[in-house]
C-alpha cells in the first residue's frame, strides 16, 4: 500500500463523521486527529448548529479538544484528516494547536461548487496551503482525494439551498 492509498481510511472515516453531523442536525463535515502511529486520538463532527457556536467547526472544535489532551509536541507528530479542506478559521486553529499534517478529501474550491451562494457557508477563497505559508513552520498538506471526492461530495447532496 502506498502512503497515498494509506490515508484513504481515514478520510472515509473523515465523510463518514461528516454524514453523523448531518443527521445529527448540523453542517454535514467530520475530522479525526490520528496519532503518529496510526491509532485515532479524536473524532469531531460539525456542531455549529446544535450548538448555536459560530466557530463549531469540525477541525476547530477537533483542536479545542486536542490541546487540552496532548502537548504541542505530541500534536506535531499527529495527521488531521478532514473530509473537506480546513477554511480559514480551521486552519488557524490547526496551526495555532501545532498539528504537523494536514489531509483532507474535498477542496474547499470544490466545496463552494456546491454551497453557492447559500448564507449558511459563505466560503472563502483562502485554501489552507496559503493560510499555513504565511505562518513560520511547515505545516504539511495533503489533499484533495479525487479516489474519495465523490464520497465527500455525497454528504452535502441536497443540504444546500
Known sequence: MSERESHIPYLKRSIELSRMARKSGNTPFGALLAGQGGEILLEQGNIEITESNCTGHAETTLMEAASKRFSK???????LYTSTEPCAMCAGSIYWGNVGRVVFAMSEKRLAELTGEDEQNPTLDLP???VFARGTKAIEVIGPFPEVEDEAVAAHEGYWS
Do not use: N, V
Open 128 to 130: 489552507c496551503r496559503e
Open 73 to 79: 509536541e505530541e500534536l506535531w507528530a499527529c495527521t
